[in-house]
């Protein structure tokens, strides 16, 4: 899956642009603040409906103006598709896909698959879990319509169960409490395979970036499991578990007024070399680690859609030495379309040589290696 051409008028510093991309490697150069996070930012957005940094879709509009307008064509097996943003400075987005206005933005998802490294990642494995959740979320939405539907549902019966419990209405909660391990144990079970699928991934690439020598593992610890407690947990284990759990916290629950179960308090846990990487991973281990990571989401959604994503990599050589630069880029397939931005074409160059070149300078952009 690949982006042929990006069009953007006032969003973020850009008040118009029109480039097209190679099929293969693009690297995006330029000074601090030129632009170049915002055209990765363009892109996550016409994949995902939304900005991966911004908290209110208004930052992404262009200093005094009204309205940002972005448009992607999109090229995979299934043919050429293009996906047209408009977000006001104020008020509600649209989207469209060939030309037809998106009833709910979780549709988009599927239609354009990427998978982004940003500088911010590195808090993968130490960061809260709230980070390693939407490590996964972000990908099983990319490849599951009906993932999406069950975490979107049991998100929905989250907000009214907290509800209820803040104005501690006990009477209303056995039906919720149905709804929610209904949907909450579709959750669980969802991730518990994704991290099966995702777990040997990252795996051996973690194994080509740090060197041989030291393992890295992955385990989807649900709310009810401690620490080394592992799978496999059956759909009946599942639903179990979260009945016996909801009874076990009734009184806090009330007590504090939300809810205190389910898989809004599920984690990833890292171990390397056996040992919880949360607590011990040195710098460079970590960055070797959702390095990793990153290539097994491709691995991943190339063998759950038959596609390789695209592959955003913001600034990412400057978190690298040479040699582990070299042992990064070498994990990524062949194939896979790639959008990096650097400071530096230098250090890119052994390894990247046959890459497109675009310079950006003050939101404008040009093709071509000179200066
Ligand atoms: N809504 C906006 N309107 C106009 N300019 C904006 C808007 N939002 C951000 N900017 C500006 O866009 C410029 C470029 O930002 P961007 O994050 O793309 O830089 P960058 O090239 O990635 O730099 P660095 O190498 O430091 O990461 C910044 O100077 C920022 O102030
Ligand atoms: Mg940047």
């Keep these: 899956m690949y982006i042929t051409a990006l069009t953007a008028r006032s969003f973020r510093n850009y008040d118009s642009l029109a480039v097209g991309f190679s099929p293969g490697v693009n690297i995006i150069v330029g000074a601090n603040a030129q632009g170049k996070t915002n055209l990765l930012e363009a892109v996550h957005f016409l994949a995902t409906g939304r900005s991966h940094r911004a908290g209110r879709d208004g930052e992404l509009v262009k200093w005094g103006r009204d309205l940002a307008f972005l448009r992607g064509e999109v090229s995979s097996f299934g043919g050429s598709r293009s996906i047209e943003a408009q977000i006001p400075a104020a008020g509600r987005k649209s989207i469209k896909v060939d030309g037809t206005e998106l009833r709910r933005l979780s549709d988009l998802f599927g239609i354009f698959q990427i998978v982004m490294f940003t500088p911010d990642d590195l808090q993968l494995i130490k960061g809260s879990p709230g980070l390693r959740r939407r490590y996964l979320d972000m990908q099983i939405c990319q490849i599951s319509p009906l993932y999406r539907h069950y975490l979107q549902r049991y998100n929905q019966v ?33 991730r518990l395979r994704a991290v099966e699928v995702l777990s040997p991934f990252t795996q051996r690439h973690y194994r080509a970036i740090a060197g041989e020598g030291e393992e890295m593992k992955l385990a989807y610890q649900p709310f009810w499991a401690r620490e080394g407690e592992g799978p496999p947990w059956s759909e009946d284990d599942i639903q179990g578990l979260f009945r016996e759990e909801i009874r076990r916290v009734r009184e806090d629950e009330l007590r504090r007024g939300q809810t205190l179960v389910g898989p809004q308090r599920d984690d990833l846990v890292f171990a390397i070399a056996d040992r919880p990487a949360k607590s011990f991973a040195s710098q460079g281990q970590q960055r070797s680690g959702v390095l990793a990571c990153k290539l097994a989401e491709l691995d991943y959604i190339q063998r759950e859609s038959g596609e390789y994503p695209l592959l955003l990599l913001d600034d990412v050589a400057s978190e690298l030495d040479d040699e582990r630069r070299e042992r990064f880029f070498a994990g990524v397939p062949e194939g896979v379309q790639l959008l990096l931005t650097t400071t530096s074409l230098r250090p890119l160059m052994p390894i990247l040589a046959h890459g497109q070149v675009f310079r950006i300078a003050n939101g404008i952009i040009r093709e071509g290696k000179g200066g």
């Design 158 to 190: 989250l907000r009214q169960r907290n509800k209820l419990l803040e104005r501690r209405e006990a009477r209303s909660l056995p039906v919720w409490d149905e709804q929610l391990v209904r949907f909450g144990s579709a959750v669980i079970r969802y």
